[in-house]
């Protein structure tokens, strides 16, 4: 097992390292960059203030020279300077992970817990109106922008109903409190799970559905073992694999849908700092963010592969 | 993004056609009518309407529905129902002509892999795990940020971060059909490559091919709107669903019903698109 582990490692780092490494040629090779954007008004636009800018940045340089001083600033931990920060990326980065980990962690936990006691419930009663009604109602969650529902979220429950903020992540003329910042979590994690709940939900019915089809299942009704204790022992063991796939998937879409859910609320994470920095051209930063989600998505799907061995010992480590 | 949001598509999924029953047609009714509706109000709309799409009247900014604007005015006085039909052109063009390309590619890299030797078929397959391990909106807002914007460069970014599930799908029941018994009772008769591929697994392969490109399309529709909405991919003053929606939080406490119709638009869309695909997958899949 700690073979595979090491093993399974080492595809990792080769893969963060590989793509890395293509988003910065790539952002490097195309003509026109953050010059224009950092000079702000066109007016005082020249291709000699251009050069000028580049030369400050480092972007006149060749490709290879930059993917080096890259590599040496990443060996140093603080990942290069941002272009429009007067700070290390590792800095800038550094400041706004927290929002984006409360935010996604939660939203995980919910869509997780959320989505496995629906699909349990409505796999467990297949058929009925009630599975009808939840599973009508995910597809109408899955169809749903994200951004829109952030939208009509606040539209309801901080413009019509005053009950929560509409964004941000404290409100500004009072003192710090948990209270306060639960209120501030509470559309953004909803605006960003529902669509997750369901896709689990979805999925977790209809595996829960096929695995009381079974012919294990059959034989352990037929056996006379209690109906529950065939749910438990045979329906949700079998079930439990592709639950696990989906929990992993989830990972890398739930990262991605913080850049949406924090523009949406101007919540300060690492999802908004991309939005803002693909705006500016800020390149060093966004290396940055892809490098964090890249290790994020990679120790997701390694963690998922540990689970599966966990859940059914018959899959073989290699 | 959303290879998650595949519901009921299992890569085992095997294409069989089941006989059209007069009460499958009638369940898939409200669907066809609604994607039909969707297509000619979108297709003819703009034509019908006479109104400009782009014109700014800044002394009818931010208006509610009346009888002259259907549906009210943006905030720079530009009519919605104007920019919503028009929008919608722009929207389901990018996302149909994303999702065809990625169709092809998908389908061709897909039977490339099932069909091909297990070294190619083991390279094929890390490669397309590991670009589906990276979010997809983060990737189109990369590729955003390096290439300069326009409709054929959206079209292209959406096509490229959206083959994948395409392919691994097309894959699994090629793999499938490649071990079965007729295959190689062609291939025993003499058939060549060519007509191994176009008569024997084609067929066999188009219902899965069909259910992976109507679940592309959703994602492709809500990538684009999710892209747009953040300012990376159709920028006004031509419209999108996506960026109709870009200031209207701006104007949520003023003026919320400027977000009511583009989030309507998406929402109705990919829902009709989602019950074609579930009505495709259980034609191919109930036996």
């Known amino acids: 097992m700690i073979a595979f582990s090491l093993r399974r490692l080492l595809q990792v780092v080769v893969t963060v390292a590989l793509l890395t490494v293509t988003t910065f040629i790539l952002m490097h090779l195309v003509p026109g960059g953050p010059a224009f954007f950092l000079m702000g008004t066109p007016d005082h636009y020249t291709p000699e203030h251009e050069a000028a800018v580049n030369r400050v940045l480092g972007i006149d340089q060749p490709v290879v020279s930059q993917l080096v001083l890259w590599v040496y600033a990443f060996v140093h931990g603080d990942l290069g300077w941002s272009f429009f920060y007067k700070d290390s990326v590792a800095h800038v980065i550094g400041l706004r992970l927290w929002p984006t980990i409360e935010l996604a962690g939660l939203t995980l936990l919910l869509t997780i817990g959320g989505g496995i006691t629906l699909g349990l419930y409505a796999g467990a009663h297949a058929g009925s109106r009630i599975d009808r009604c939840l599973s009508a109602a995910s597809v109408v969650a899955l169809s749903v922008p994200s951004f829109w529902l952030g939208i009509a979220l606040v539209f309801v429950f901080a413009v019509w109903q005053r009950w929560l903020p509409s964004s941000g992540i404290a409100a500004l003329n009072e003192p710090p409190s948990v209270a306060d910042h639960v209120r501030h979590l509470v559309l953004p994690v909803l605006a960003l799970s529902l669509s997750h709940m369901a896709g689990m939900g979805l999925y977790v019915r209809t595996s829960v559905a096929e695995a009381l089809r079974s012919d294990c299942i059959r034989t352990a009704r037929a056996k006379g073992l209690p109906g529950r204790l065939v749910f438990v022992r045979h329906a949700l063991r079998s079930a439990l694999i592709p639950i696990l796939t989906m929990a992993g998937l989830y990972v890398p879409n739930i990262s991605g849908g913080t850049v949406v859910v924090e523009t949406v609320f101007s919540w300060p994470g690492i999802g908004q700092l991309m939005t803002l920095s693909v705006v500016r051209r800020d390149y060093p930063v966004l290396m940055g963010i892809v490098l964090l989600l890249g290790v994020v998505v990679v120790a997701a799907s390694w963690l998922t592969d540990m689970a599966y061995h966990l859940a059914d010992p018959r899959i073989a480590f290699n | ?287």
């Open chain 2, 1 to 287: 993004m959303a290879s998650a949001f595949a519901p009921g598509v299992t890569a085992s999924s095997r294409p069989v056609t089941l006989p059209l029953t007069p009460r499958r047609l009638r369940g898939m009714a409200p669907a066809w009518i609604a994607a039909a509706f969707i297509v000619l109000a979108v297709g003819l709309g703009p034509w019908a309407l006479r109104l400009d799409p782009t014109s700014i009247d800044l002394s009818a900014i931010n208006q509610l529905p009346s009888a002259y604007h259907l549906l009210g005015t943006d905030d720079t006085g530009r009519d919605l129902l104007a920019r919503l039909l028009a929008g919608g052109q722009v929207s389901l063009g990018v996302a149909s002509a994303a999702t065809v390309l990625a169709t092809i590619w998908g389908a061709i890299y897909g039977a490339a892999a099932g069909l091909g030797q297990p070294w190619l078929d083991a390279l094929l397959m890390r490669i397309v795990d590991a670009l589906l391990a990276f979010p997809n909106i983060v990737a189109v807002l990369i590729f955003a940020a390096i290439f300069p914007a326009g409709i054929r460069q959206l079209i292209l970014l959406l096509a490229l971060t959206g083959w994948m599930q395409i392919a691994r799908l097309v894959r699994g029941v090629t793999r499938d059909v490649a071990n079965m018994p007729f295959l190689e009772a062609a291939r025993s008769a003499g058939a060549v490559r060519t007509r191994l591929i176009l008569r024997h697994v084609l067929p066999n392969i188009s219902g899965v091919i069909g259910v992976a490109a109507t679940l592309e399309l959703t994602k492709a529709i809500l990538a684009e709107a999710t892209v747009s909405f953040l300012g990376a991919g159709i920028h006004p003053p031509m419209p999108s669903w996506g960026n109709m929606l870009t200031n209207a939080q701006d104007y949520v406490f003023t003026a919320p019903w400027l977000a009511l119709a583009p989030g309507v638009a998406i929402s109705a869309t990919v829902f009709v698109v989602f019950r074609m695909q579930e009505w495709l997958h259980l034609r191919g899949a109930a036996l």
